[in-house]
């Protein structure tokens, strides 16, 4: 596979986001899956990531759990919520909750997909724009499927280093 | 002071436990308002663990004003720059209480829009 050093950086940047919040917030008793393919003649890397914790939507109820109004949320829209900037399951100790808004800003650059099944929640995100939906089949974890493509057009990079960066 | 990243972590920036180990040492002198710089020079990956527990971490204590007045950051490059930015936006409100109740108002109305 031969991409650019700055988009595979990049890439391996995004990918960590997902296997943090895997380990972070699944608790998944068994571990967290992956495996991709390099597909040459599209110029695309699949990469998918499974575990097999709670999932997002009872993640996200079960946190709300003070509010009784919390249990009757529906896993489309607690996926919706989960995909926003700083939001997290996680209020205590450092901040969280920018990993998938990052990972959500370069698929779109990138022109790529992220698909995402938990519970019952289904969600696809590509370059023009996000869904969520409800599904009749219920599934006990969480199931990433990224669709990347190793073109470097996709992904504009600023050539320079900062010197020194105002924050 | 100033401190080299590849030195002290290496050229992947990712995890919180490497950010909670640069944490621990800026903390304390940011805390006398001292100055500290972090060199990124050779640094090539990261992810937004590693800046929540580094920089993110430190908004719970200082200001927001004097954190950018006295961290400097240098050599970093752009997905360096777009990540640390971002964690920095987000962290000057999470310090903030959490509304439970809000959080439910706003799922619920993002629920209401689906079943339309």
Redesign the interface.
């Known amino acids: 596979m031969q991409v650019s050093p700055r988009l595979r950086d990049a890439i391996a940047g995004r990918m960590w986001e997902i296997y943090n919040n895997a380990f972070e917030h699944a608790g998944s008793q068994i571990g967290v899956f992956t495996c991709g393919q390099y597909f040459r003649n599209k110029k695309e890397l699949i990469l998918s990531v499974v575990d097999f914790g709670q999932g997002i939507a009872a993640n996200v109820r079960n946190y709300l759990i003070t509010d009784p109004r919390a249990a009757n949320l529906s896993s489309a829209a607690c996926l919706h919520w989960a995909f926003q900037q700083g939001t997290t399951t996680r209020p205590n100790g450092a901040p969280r909750g920018v990993g998938l808004d990052l990972l959500k800003d370069f698929i779109r650059v990138n022109h790529g997909k992220l698909e995402v099944y938990s519970n019952e929640g289904y969600g696809i995100i590509d370059h023009t724009g996000e869904r969520f939906e409800n599904q009749s089949i219920s599934f006990e974890g969480t199931f990433f499927h990224i669709t990347l493509r190793c073109d470097a057009r996709y992904y504009q990079f600023a050539n320079e280093v900062s010197k020194n960066l105002q924050l | 002071m100033e401190l080299r990243i590849l030195d002290l972590i290496g050229p992947?920036c990712?995890?919180?436990e490497d950010?909670q180990r640069v944490y621990e040492k800026i903390h304390p002198v940011l805390n006398k308002h001292q100055t500290v710089t972090l060199d990124f020079e050779g640094v090539?990956?990261?992810?937004?663990?590693f800046f929540?527990?580094s920089i993110?971490?430190l908004?719970k204590d200082i200001i927001e004003e004097d954190?950018?007045q006295h961290?400097?950051?240098?050599?970093?490059?752009?997905?360096g720059?777009?990540?640390?930015?971002?964690?920095?936006e987000?962290?000057s409100?999470?310090?903030k209480d959490?509304d439970?109740?809000k959080?439910?108002d706003?799922?619920?109305e993002?629920?209401a829009k689906?079943s339309q």
């Open positions: 992947r990712i995890v919180k950010g090539t990956q990261f992810a937004s663990p929540n527990f993110g971490q908004l954190l950018r961290l400097q950051v240098k050599n970093l490059v752009s997905d720059e777009l990540v640390i930015k971002r964690v920095i987000n962290a409100r999470y310090y959490v439970y109740r959080i439910v706003s799922i619920l993002q629920q689906e």
